[in-house]
């Protein structure tokens, strides 16, 4: 008879997600994942396999929770104003009293970036393609621009929201702010 988990998974895999986000993947050891999620290394290898799977259950977390602002920009009809929201609606959580500070994703895009990982890889490959597509899509709102000119703006601006990521670790809301306008004034 299989033992009765004695911890909330949602819970252990929210610890988690925080602890990688602050440390990223490869600094987090497995001491650092019991301490902080309060069970033990047999308890998270028969849950997530091993730490990649206890990362893709974090990765898929976050994903989830910052789905709204996804679902926001995906409903939205106001183009370019859209994404400007999106920039501040992606940092605006990191203006709060935790120590969470960045995104998620660009921080492990950032880590992997020159990893053979494939698996992670591959999860950052789709959250970035889904994030351009959505650029592109809210860019040609506008019928003046080109093709070519959408597509440039969209890397511009992905580009822009790495830097955004990155910046919001250290920044101050000021800061975060006056970058986020300068972004959209050369648009």
């Known amino acids: 008879m299989a033992r009765k988990k004695k911890y909330n998974e949602t819970e252990v895999v929210e610890k988690a997600m925080h602890l990688f ?8 050891s497995m001491q650092m994942l019991e301490k902080e999620m309060g069970i033990n290394k047999f308890s998270i290898y028969a849950s997530f396999g091993n730490k990649q799977g206890l990362f893709l259950e974090s ?3 976050y994903k989830a929770q910052i789905n709204n602002i996804f679902k926001k920009l995906e409903e939205s009809n ?5 994404i400007k929201n999106f920039f501040y609606d992606s940092v605006s959580s990191n203006f709060n009293d935790d120590n969470i500070k960045g995104c998620l994703v660009t921080n492990t895009y950032n880590e992997f970036s020159d990893s053979d990982d494939p698996i992670i890889k591959e999860q950052m490959i789709t959250f970035m393609d ?3 597509s959505l650029f592109v899509e809210k860019l040609s709102m506008d019928t003046s621009k080109s093709e070519e000119t959408i597509l440039k703006q969209a890397n511009f601006l992905l580009l822009a929201k790495h830097g955004l990521a990155a910046a ?5 809301k000021e800061e975060i702010e006056d970058y986020i306008e300068m972004i959209f ?3």
């Open 185 to 187: 004034k050369s648009l």
């Open 78 to 82: 106001n183009g370019i104003l859209d």
């Open 21 to 28: 986000w602050k440390n990223g993947y490869e600094t987090t």
């Open 130 to 132: 889904k994030l351009k």
């Open 59 to 61: 990765i898929k977390h």
């Open 168 to 172: 919001a670790r250290v920044n101050s």
